[in-house]
């Protein structure tokens, strides 16, 4: 439970904060990380301090769904250089980011799930491209995991607000 718990919060980080560090492999069909990438899914909700950014329950568990459905090809973009490189840039820059979401989420307008999509995609556009070159592959794969979480939420949501937000984000990025 503890270790779901862990792997859930560094994946929602990953995913609002980074285009690296969302593609953690499943645990029951992965091969061991290297030492940076287990650095990265420990650590990663710590470098981004964020005090006002909320993250709907909806939009964690479709995020970590998708996470854990993760081919073994997508896996591979896991690598210690990756990781690295990704974790030397949360560390400089996590408390930008943080910053960045908070001011956006208290400037949106709407519901929580409007809000979270909005900031989302602008702080993702304004600190993605950022991002060390040697994490692409991450970036890859964490793009296919953001757009697919974000289309089950479209198709999903009652709220007909929450819909377009979620549609807007799946393609915002």
Same mark, same amino acid.
């Given at each position: 439970?503890?270790?779901?718990?862990? @792997?859930?919060?560094?994946? @929602?980080? &990953?995913?609002?904060?980074? &285009?690296?560090?969302?593609?953690? =492999?499943?645990? #029951?069909?992965?091969?061991?990380?290297? =030492?940076?990438?287990?650095?990265?899914?420990?650590?990663?909700?710590?470098?981004?301090?964020?005090?006002?950014?909320?993250?709907?329950?909806?939009?964690?568990? &479709? @995020?970590?769904? /998708?996470?854990?459905? @993760?081919? /073994? #090809?997508?896996? /591979?973009?896991?690598? *210690?250089?990756? $990781?690295?490189?990704?974790?030397?840039?949360?560390?400089?820059?996590?408390?930008?980011?943080?910053?960045?979401?908070?001011?956006?989420? *208290?400037?949106?307008?709407? %519901?929580?799930?409007?809000?979270?999509?909005?900031?989302?995609? %602008?702080?993702?556009?304004?600190?993605? =491209?950022?991002?060390?070159?040697?994490?692409? %592959?991450?970036?890859?794969?964490?793009?296919?995991?953001? *757009?697919?979480?974000?289309?089950?939420?479209?198709?999903?949501?009652?709220? &007909?607000? $929450?819909?377009?937000?979620?549609?807007?984000?799946?393609? %915002?990025?």
């Amino acid at each position: 439970m503890a270790l779901r718990h862990t @792997l859930r919060r560094t994946v @929602l980080a &990953a995913a609002v904060l980074s &285009a690296s560090v969302l593609t953690v =492999p499943s645990p #029951a069909h992965a091969a061991p990380l290297p =030492p940076a990438c287990q650095d990265a899914l420990l650590k990663t909700l710590d470098k981004f301090p964020v005090t006002y950014f909320t993250v709907p329950e909806k939009a964690k568990n &479709a @995020l970590f769904d /998708e996470v854990g459905a @993760l081919s /073994e #090809a997508d896996q /591979e973009a896991f690598t *210690q250089p990756a $990781c690295t490189a990704w974790n030397n840039w949360a560390t400089a820059n996590g408390q930008a980011v943080a910053t960045d979401l908070d001011n956006r989420y *208290q400037k949106a307008a709407g %519901g929580v799930c409007v809000k979270f999509a909005a900031t989302s995609v %602008g702080t993702l556009k304004k600190f993605a =491209p950022q991002i060390p070159e040697k994490t692409r %592959g991450l970036e890859k794969v964490a793009k296919k995991v953001w *757009q697919n979480a974000m289309g089950k939420l479209s198709a999903q949501a009652t709220n &007909a607000d $929450c819909r377009k937000a979620y549609d807007g984000a799946k393609a %915002g990025w």
